[in-house]
């Protein structure tokens, strides 16, 4: 009898790690398939065939049309970023700092971070839906059929369009988001306009920009890899492809905060 | 069961299974299609038709089983290839590619796989729609705006535009009114007949199997129960047969509710 109640319990007492135990194997499964997934596409990036009209198709969707969105977050984000210093400054006497710690700010961090969240919201749920509802309606495997590999025609020009757009923008961010700095700077805290961009242009260095532009980089390939691969693996009709926009998002805006950090250390380490 | 081949089949199915994690949809599928063949794959919702033309394609892969093609066996990336190479697929959405013009879509295989150029490849695209009864003023349209006829034509025209040895139909008439499906079905022959092409194909639709159809193969629990022709269907002998083709609730076949 005792065995017979050690067995019927045993279950019961294991069932937490069970539960453990499969949510760990689940995680390392799926960083599996993204691995390969991404992988896959990664050399699809590289194989001479690219499909160019799809390339500048996606340029000009991912890049071109993303540039309203991440212009407003940059001008914002830098006009608040000065009253904050500001506000900080003034309490060491340090307000003279603000176009600095702005130009800092904006090129290194905020810049490339938040554009790229911007752009996971935007662009990775975008592809994950537009991918999901080719999954569903079955244009994947129509593509299959007429000899085309998505990862080439679809999942490549995808990333390699978001990873060289992304750092453009960023660009773009950089410069708004130092006026938007420079708009409250002059208009609401007494600088001088000449004064402000002369500290901002002597105080910002090549490797300030490069720094955001290659995170840029990164972030672009993470929010084209999440869609495609969301995307990819989508099923059971619209709330397949929702779903799928949904896990998206989430997936490359953790994947870029994550990232992020990573890259800022090691960016630490070697000086740059 | 009776087989009809008296040619050496282009495309042969060998004791194919397939199973989604504990279903087992194909359980022993053998099938053979003759060049210039017809061939109509009848079965209830959910026996696996779909998927039998999925395995043969290279877009599932069987568990155990062999998929012949030409007499070699479809296994591997190289193999595969060269079988959609030589076939042509319709599906039952149509799944034409959205973002690109109907006369894109049609030449799709030409430029992205033959290497056409774009003039060249819009030229036959336009001559290929003629041979489906679409207008040059369809080709820069885009799919969505083109009535559910109109897609399974455009479908149709990418299907046959490489001339392919084999085509592979999913349920070609579905959501379409009668009139417009029996224009469609006689598209499909007109076309199969003009490539001298096999065909597969896989419907509910009798009155598409009567006019599609020169073998007609019955797939009941992942497996083929009854093969004739098309002359023989109405006298097959099978209690599976009689009843889909007369569409009863009672019989050996349980309704998919």
Known sequence: MTSVSETQQAPALLRPFQLIGRTVIAAFREVGRISVFSARVLVACVTPVIYIREFFRQCLKIGFYSLPVVGLTAVFIGAALALNIYVGGSRFNAEQFVPNIVVLGITRELGPVLAGLMLAGRVSAGIAAEIGAMRVTEQIDALLTLSAKPARYLYAPRVLAATLTLPLLVLVADTIGVMGGYLVGVGSLDFNGSVYLKNTWEFVTANDIWSGVIKAAFFGAIIAIMGCYQGDRSKGGAGGVGRAATLAVVGAAVLILASNYILTSIFTSIGL | ?257
């Open chain 2, 1 to 257: 069961m009776r087989e009809t081949i008296t040619h050496a089949p282009i495309l042969e199915l060998r004791g194919v299974h397939k199973s989604f994690g504990d279903q087992e949809v194909l359980r022993g599928v053998d099938l053979m299609v003759a060049p210039g063949q017809s061939l109509v794959i009848i079965g209830g919702s959910g026996t696996g038709k779909s998927v039998t033309i999925k395995c043969a394609l290279g877009l599932m892969t069987p568990e155990r089983g062999e998929v012949l093609f030409d007499g070699q066996p479809v296994k591997g990336g190289k193999a595969i290839d060269a079988v959609r190479r030589r076939t042509g697929m319709l599906f039952q959405g149509g799944a034409l590619f959205d973002s690109l013009t109907v006369w894109e879509n049609v030449a799709f295989a030409l430029m992205y796989r033959d290497r056409v150029g774009r003039g060249e490849a819009r030229k036959l695209a336009i001559e290929t729609l003629a041979k489906v009864r679409l207008g040059a003023s369809a080709a820069d349209l885009r799919p969505a705006e083109l009535s559910g006829g109109m897609q399974k034509r455009v479908a149709l025209a990418r299907a046959i535009i490489a001339k392919p040895d084999l085509i592979f139909f999913d349920e070609p008439t579905t959501g379409l009114d009668p009139i417009t499906a029996d224009a469609v079905n006689s598209l499909i022959v007109e076309q199969v007949k003009a490539l001298g092409a096999a065909a597969i194909t896989i419907t509910h639709d009798m009155a598409s199997v009567r006019k599609i159809a020169d073998d007609v193969a019955m797939l009941h629990e992942g497996r083929i129960v009854w093969r004739g022709a098309i002359s023989t269907l109405d006298r097959s002998g099978s209690a599976h047969v009689d009843q889909f083709v007369h569409g009863r609730a009672e019989g050996p076949i349980q309704p998919a509710i």
